[in-house]
């Protein structure tokens, strides 16, 4: 059996993108919930500022292996998981780009020093887009892994 090196690619960062989420999910989102609100907008500029451009491009970068396997022949079956994973790996991406990325650039402008007193807390909000990604990128990755055991 041969397997190509895209498909090797696409499971590697498939992996890497659901294990980030994942991680983020179990120990960073409850750390964030627990501090007071000035604690948790300093400490989201800091985790903040090496996922982009790095998410972005291993997320869409998937994505685009993902529809080359899907488009080459080989199995069926194969080529149906590798494209439900481009769909996944496309939700993941629409999530972050609509969801969770606004609510971090309005953190952004708020000073951790002066919280206004009517501030409405998104952390409930962003937690549960994450959830719905960290789901998807799960998937993705469930579908990549079968897709290449099918090839």
Same mark, same amino acid.
């Given at each position: 059996?041969?397997?190509?090196p895209?498909?090797v690619?696409?499971?590697?960062s498939?992996g890497?993108?659901?294990?980030?989420l994942?991680?983020?999910? *179990?120990?960073?989102v409850?750390?964030l919930?627990?501090?007071?609100?000035?604690?948790?907008?300093y400490?989201?500029?800091?985790?903040g500022?090496?996922?982009d451009?790095?998410?972005p491009i291993?997320?869409?970068?998937?994505?685009?292996?993902?529809?080359v396997?899907?488009?080459?022949?080989?199995?069926?079956?194969?080529?149906?998981?590798?494209?439900?994973?481009?769909?996944l790996?496309?939700g993941?991406?629409?999530?972050?780009h *609509?969801?969770?990325?606004?609510?971090?650039r309005? *953190?952004?402008?708020?000073?951790?020093?002066?919280v206004?007193?009517?501030?409405?807390?998104p952390?409930p909000?962003?937690?549960?887009w994450?959830?719905?990604r960290?789901?998807?990128?799960?998937?993705a990755?469930?579908?990549?892994?079968?897709?290449v055991?099918?090839?």
């Amino acid at each position: 059996m041969q397997i190509s090196p895209l498909a090797v690619l696409v499971v590697v960062s498939s992996g890497m993108v659901a294990g980030v989420l994942f991680a983020v999910a *179990l120990s960073v989102v409850p750390a964030l919930m627990a501090m007071p609100a000035d604690r948790y907008l300093y400490t989201t500029t800091l985790l903040g500022r090496n996922w982009d451009p790095v998410m972005p491009i291993l997320v869409l970068g998937t994505a685009a292996g993902d529809l080359v396997l899907a488009l080459l022949p080989g199995p069926q079956s194969a080529r149906v998981l590798f494209g439900a994973a481009v769909v996944l790996m496309l939700g993941v991406a629409g999530v972050s780009h *609509l969801c969770n990325v606004p609510i971090n650039r309005m *953190l952004k402008r708020i000073d951790p020093d002066a919280v206004p007193a009517d501030w409405a807390d998104p952390r409930p909000r962003w937690r549960a887009w994450h959830l719905l990604r960290t789901t998807l990128a799960v998937a993705a990755l469930t579908a990549n892994s079968l897709g290449v055991a099918l090839t």
